[in-house]
Each structure stands twice: as structure tokens, then as C-alpha cells.
């Protein structure tokens, strides 16, 4: 299984990104997807998720507001667009995927985890 990341870069605050991950090779269906990211000297924390169908969906509150997480299982990939952007949304962003049809806000509940990409965000 391999999750593969892209749409990371470099922008300035207020503006808008989307950031894209690309499942492949995963065999067990339905699976939930979720989006972590990691600034430098912190933890991995949770950005959003979403089950299944995407009918349910969750935001940490740092996002929520600013951010949309949606899938697209015929291409096994999902988005995650980030509007009003801020320096301290710096950070690597992590797609993962989890077995089973539910979200989960808990990294260790995900098996499988992509490179990464990076998202800067100048003031």
C-alpha cells in the first residue's frame, strides 16, 4: 500500500492550498483517511479525517473554519483544501489511511502513511 502526497509548497498568509493524496495498492475496503501534519519540535497531530462515504467528517480546532477534507474513492484519493492561511499552518502534512469505514482523530488507529508534504506558510 502506498500513499502518495502531493500540492505542498510555499505560499503567503491569507492564501489558499490544496493538498491532494493518492491511494494505492490497498486492498481492504471501506477504509477512513485523515490528515496529520508535524511542525519542526512538535508533535503529529490531526488536522481532519473522514469516514467512508465522506458524510462524516472532523476538524481540529486550529482548521476548522479554513479547511475542507473530501474524497474521491474512484481515485482513491483525497484533498484537503486550506483557505486563510497561517505561518503556524507551517508544517509536514501526512496522509493516512485506516481499515474500516469510520474516522478515526487517533494516529495509531492509521496503518498506512504517506511521505509527507511540505506546507510554508510566510508572514
Known amino acids: 500500500v502506498q500513499l502518495q502526497a502531493s500540492g505542498g509548497g510555499l505560499v503567503q498568509a491569507g492564501d489558499s492550498l490544496r493538498v491532494s493524496c493518492t491511494v494505492s495498492?490497498?486492498?481492504?475496503?471501506?477504509?477512513?483517511l485523515g490528515w496529520f501534519r508535524q511542525a519542526p519540535g512538535k508533535e503529529r497531530d490531526i488536522v481532519a479525517a473522514?469516514?467512508?462515504?465522506?458524510?462524516?467528517?472532523y476538524y481540529a480546532e486550529s482548521v476548522k473554519g479554513r479547511s475542507t477534507i473530501s474524497r474521491d474513492n474512484a481515485k482513491n484519493t483525497v484533498f484537503l483544501q486550506m483557505d486563510s492561511l497561517k505561518p503556524e499552518d507551517t508544517a509536514v502534512y501526512y496522509c493516512a489511511a485506516k481499515d474500516g469505514p469510520r474516522l478515526s482523530v487517533y494516529a495509531y488507529e492509521y496503518t498506512y502513511w504517506g511521505q509527507g508534504t511540505q506546507v510554508t506558510v510566510s508572514s
Open positions: 473522514i469516514s467512508w462515504t465522506g458524510f462524516t467528517t
Open positions: 495498492g490497498i486492498t481492504s475496503r471501506p477504509y477512513g
